[in-house]
């Protein structure tokens, strides 16, 4: 317990604990603030604003702290501690020094609020980079692999033209060797067993050529080249588009001109 000579003494030197509680509620500071910014809890700065010596640890730990509080709110240190020293009771004094040779207990310093902190691993932080991009990078797999398999195939259907539509009519040859789809051109001996056709195609076009024996030699859109092609004639000879075909039977041109109807020719030619 204080003595009176002790109030009186720390009374004359003036009382620390009132100009710490004083200073910081100047600075608008509250206890639970101070503790965490200085690391000292907040039960020894309540009782230094107190002077409540018995809640504080030994003298020197508690000097220490008086000194850094004053620090932290801006007051004269020395001042502080003097005060402090003139306030401490005595009987407080002799029983510090009876434990100066025990060993050293927590005193509560350095320790950090950790319920409203938190703490980042680095380790930890790299393998959810890591995790990040390993997805990244399987979406984009998988996304790629997706559309490949998505991409319509090109259509090797083609496209049905009226020409086509009328392949598969009956041609029927009379004795001048005019048949009912067109006319039978003439251009060479018909004695031939074999003939051979040439076709050249600047652009795309349907055409479809089938032989005596039925044999389709050539048949749907084809695309711009030269197809030499021979079968048994009579052939049947259907043109969407005779602009872009030029056909030769046995190395003769063929005016297809002359079998076309807006542009679209089907005829029967022998040699």
């Known amino acids: 317990m204080i003595t009176p000579s002790t109030n009186t003494q720390s009374n004359a030197q003036g009382s620390f604990g009132a100009m710490l509680q004083q200073a910081r509620k100047n600075k608008q500071v509250s206890l639970e603030a101070a503790a965490a ?3 000292i809890l907040k039960r020894h700065l309540q009782a230094l604003e107190n ?5 504080l640890p030994q003298a020197a730990f508690a000097r220490g702290f008086a000194i850094n509080y004053a620090k932290y709110l801006g007051l004269d ?17 002799a029983k510090s020094t009876s434990n100066i ?16 902190r938190i703490r980042f691993n680095p380790l930890l932080i790299i393998g959810v980079i890591g995790l990040i991009i390993l997805a990244v990078f399987l979406f984009r797999m998988v996304s790629n692999a997706s559309k490949e398999n998505n991409q319509e195939p090109v259509s090797t259907l083609e496209d049905m033209s009226s020409i086509e539509q009328a392949q598969g009519a009956a041609f029927n040859s009379d004795a001048n060797g005019v ?49 030499d092609l021979s079968g048994m004639p009579p052939f049947n000879v259907q043109i969407d588009n005779i602009d872009n075909v030029s056909l030769m039977l046995n190395q003769k041109s063929i005016a297809l001109g002359t079998y076309a109807t807006d542009k679209q020719a089907t005829f029967e030619l022998t040699p």
Do not use: C, W
Not at 101 to 116: A, C, I, S, Y
């Open 101 to 116: 040779d025990t060993p050293l207990r927590p005193m509560g310093t350095l320790q950090r609020d950790t319920h409203n």
């Open 37 to 39: 910014e200085l690391f």
């Open 77 to 93: 240190s020395v001042r502080i501690a003097s005060s402090f020293d003139a306030a401490y009771p005595n009987e407080l004094k």
């Open 179 to 227: 048949g009912a789809s067109g006319s039978a051109l003439n251009v060479g001996d018909t004695s031939a067993t074999t003939a051979f056709l040439n076709v050249k195609l600047t652009n795309d076009a349907v055409i479809s050529i089938t032989d005596a024996s039925g044999n389709s030699l050539i048949s749907g859109t084809q695309s711009p080249g030269d197809y």
């Open 51 to 55: 002077e409540n010596f018995a809640e």
